[in-house]
């Protein structure tokens, strides 16, 4: 089946810096890849829709200065939280659909958890 | 708007134990409706899906109806093993959203114990 990484799988920062995670979909190509954040015992929140080659679509109140998302190829999307708080900590999470005609489903990373100290 | 609420857990379960997740959804339209799971460690996966009323997913003894009358998509199994336990996504997606937006509960954790 279709597998999708995120590296790394948690990570730990200071206030203040900078910190990327990645999102691989390793055995296909995906025209289009999902960012989400999770929040203990809530729902996945979209933050944004990213397709190869073009502007990320943020959902509202997600700050796109604040969260840059990058989708350069049709294999790789990054999220770069940047200037990191303490309520940035939480749990990040892609998703990726197939290209392929007709396909809508979407297949998920792993996560990562962001600790902002 | 749209949004997917389902019990909170854990929810724990004796091996053989039936098991039932209630999911109820709001959405404009006639949303497909999804069940993902979540072991440990790793990413979610979809489990199983209904794309319209009385529709009936099913996969790995787990089954859900789409009953657009109650706006639920229970999950149920028959006899759950330890290796289900697991946190549980309900999730629906309109069919007239092009952005193929997925709206997910809050999850529920199930512990199975031998």
């Known amino acids: 089946g279709a597998v999708v990484s995120q590296h790394p799988s948690r990570v730990i920062c200071k206030s203040g810096t900078s910190v990327k995670i990645e999102c691989r979909s390793l055995?296909?190509?995906?025209?289009?890849m999902f960012w989400y954040r999770q929040f203990p015992k809530q729902s996945l929140m979209l933050m944004a829709t990213s397709n190869e080659g073009s502007k990320a679509t943020y959902e509202q109140g997600v700050e796109k200065d604040k969260f840059l998302i990058n989708h350069a190829s049709l294999t790789l999307s990054t999220l770069t939280v940047t200037s990191a708080h303490p309520e940035d900590s939480s749990f990040y999470i892609c998703?990726?659909?197939?290209?392929?005609?007709?396909?809508?489903?979407?297949?998920f990373g792993p996560g990562t958890r962001l600790t902002v100290l | 708007g749209d949004s997917v609420t389902q019990m909170e857990g854990p929810v724990t379960l004796s091996e053989e134990a039936f098991l039932t997740i209630n999911c109820t959804y709001t959405?404009?339209?006639?949303?497909?409706l999804f069940w993902y799971v979540q072991y440990p460690g790793e990413g979610l996966q979809l489990l199983l899906k209904a794309t319209k009323a009385d529709d009936k997913g099913s996969n790995k003894g787990f089954e859900a109806t789409y009953r657009k009358e109650t706006t639920s998509f229970h999950l149920e199994k028959g006899s759950v093993q330890v290796s289900d336990s697991a946190v549980y996504f309900c999730?629906?997606?309109?069919?007239?959203?092009?952005?193929?937006?997925?709206?997910f509960g809050g999850g529920t954790r199930l512990m199975v114990k031998p």
């Open positions: 055995d296909f190509q995906a025209t289009t």
């Open positions: 959405a404009t339209g006639y949303p497909s």
């Open positions: 999730a629906h997606r309109s069919n007239n959203n092009a952005g193929n937006m997925l709206t």
């Open positions: 998703s990726a659909r197939v290209r392929a005609s007709g396909s809508n489903e979407q297949f």
